[in-house]
């Protein structure tokens, strides 16, 4: 672990422990060089802010007229601009694909990484808070269009060199990653960065502590300056909030508040590395915090909180808020909310965004006025302090619902956005149901040959010709489902072999061809389902028959509509 303080005109650095994957070099503030995963998005907007500063762009300024390498979707008529992009709002999905892959070989120049799989518009720009590495990524690429150099060459010149941060880069895998006792990095690593700007940059706590005093004294260090000081205050003030009892974002950093004390702050967190940079304007204080281990988090954390208990204790009061009667919507709040990382996402990624989010809140509302919040092990209580807006019974934090069209659809937890989802939605009810429906449609698939040779070993078939062509095409819908799971485990086992990033990290283009084997089973189980209506008009099979099919059938719907909605099919609607 290391640590960074600024407090007014002392400076302190401090390395403990060892080094990453080398138990006999001690961990030095000047020399050990750390991954700060996000963290590296400080980076990013400080330089971004450079430009507006030089009047390169002004924040309000559509950024597709200054991108190059990227052209965006032109989804909605307002235009995205640097504003949204720093403020997490231009109404991205989340991308998780071209993020990160597992091997530095495959790292991509910054341009192709934002052009490649550019994520969907799915709401307009400065409506809704989404964290995105895309929004920093695109920042990047922004600077070095406009700056007509590369992100890294800029970064190099315009804040490593001035500040003096002479160990910091953006290089992939830079050689001081690389274990003392020379065990090969790719041995140890698993993530490397396909969007440095977001999440590439390696550092010291001896260069954060000349970043955290840029920030702190008006952008100049050592006779350096790098920003006016009117451009840090403004990196510093609040340019988005979903309310005003809300922390909000400022331009690339968030807000927090402590007691009386507003820090400006930002977290960054890799496979095992864990990050903090926090910035108490006011007091003149910065903090920077990175560890690494299996424990880097809880490790981090701790040390963050005793040093934020030193610069801005809180003393709590005891008191607990009570509700003034019942809130004025109750009946429309109840229900379980979502991740809008998984409900807003269009591709393919949305499965992986709906496992691996964030569980789900589940709110109700006590008879007593309450609002009662619940996400995994975690229950929180809430009063109403006025329409749709809550604040926590104990703690400084607030809740809010928003509506659209005058019906409640969202939960905002902080920035953190949810959307309420059906019943039907929930994935305990979904993993049920698919399971269920798994088993009936075997017993056609498997079924349906089975009987046919007992039969015929019986010594004669009575079947209808016309069940007999009807149970053809379901299976055939069944069988998709069957197929389309091989497929994919081909398709990954194939990709491995071929040396190239996993599935998740990089699909290549090719693999989209795996989505039209199950949208072919859909058609053909729609097909079946004309051959339910037609024997139910008809009657010319057995009722048992009749029954055993509709079930099959049934199941294959339910399954592709599973699918669909998870954007499992070539064709997708959501």
Known sequence: LTVAVVDDDEVHTSGYGHAFQSEDVPVRADETLFRVGSVSKVLTWTAAMQLVDRGQIEPDAPVDDH??????????????????????????????????????????????????????????????????????????????????????????????????????????????????????????????????????????????????????????VDGERILSESAVDAMHQQWFTPHDRMDGRTFGLSERTRGDTRIVRHGGGVPQFSTEFALLPEEGVGLFVVAHGSEASAAKQDVVD??????????????????????????????????????????????????????????????????????????????EVEPLVFEHVEEDSTLLFRETDGEVTHLLDGLSAYERIGYHEQLSVQGRVAAVATVLGLTGLVGW?????????????????????????????????????????????????????????????????????????????????????????????????RVHYSVVVAAAVVLYWLLQYWNLLWVRLG
């Open 67 to 220: 991108l190059d390498a990227v052209d965006l979707p032109e989804t909605y008529d307002e235009p995205i601009t640097l504003e949204h992009l720093a403020t997490h709002t231009p109404g991205f999905e989340v991308r998780g694909r071209g993020d990160s892959v597992s091997d530095p070989r495959h790292v991509r120049p910054l341009a192709e990484s934002v052009s490649t799989d550019v994520p969907a518009r799915v709401r307009p720009p400065g409506e809704l808070h989404q964290y995105t590495n895309y929004a920093a990524a695109l920042t990047g690429q922004l600077i070095a269009d406009i700056s007509e150099q590369s992100f890294r060459s800029f970064v190099t010149e315009n804040l490593f060199a001035p500040l003096g941060m002479s160990k910091s880069t953006f290089q992939a895998a830079p050689p001081g990653l690389v274990p003392a006792d020379g065990t090969a990095v790719d041995d140890v690593v698993s993530f490397y960065s396909d969007v440095s700007p977001a999440s590439g940059l390696h550092t010291t706590a001896a260069d954060m502590v000349q970043l955290l005093q840029a920030h702190l004294n008006g952008g100049v």
């Open 306 to 383: 005793a040093l934020l208990e030193r610069f801005a204790p809180v003393e709590s009061s005891g008191q607990r808020r009570s509700p003034d009667g019942t809130p004025e919507r109750a009946d429309e709040l109840g229900g379980r909310y979502r991740s809008v990382n998984a409900t807003d996402t269009v591709s393919s990624e949305k499965l992986v965004f709906g496992f691996f989010t964030g569980q789900p809140i589940d709110v109700r509302v006590a008879d007593d006025g309450r609002l009662i919040t619940e996400q995994g092990d975690s229950t929180d209580e809430w009063v």
């Open 449 to 545: 040959p089975a009987a046919r040779g007992w039969r015929r070993y019986r010594g004669g078939d009575g079947t209808p010709a016309s069940a007999t062509r009807a149970r053809w095409v379901a299976g055939a819908g069944v069988a998709g489902l069957v197929v389309f799971v091989l497929a994919f485990v081909a398709a990954s086992v194939a990709v491995v072999s071929m040396g190239r990033p996993t599935l998740f990290d990089r699909p290549p283009a090719w693999f989209e061809v795996v989505f039209v084997v199950p949208t072919l089973g859909a058609l053909a189980t729609a097909g079946a389902v004309a051959y339910v209506v037609r024997a139910w008009v008809r009657e010319d099979w057995s009722l048992a028959a």
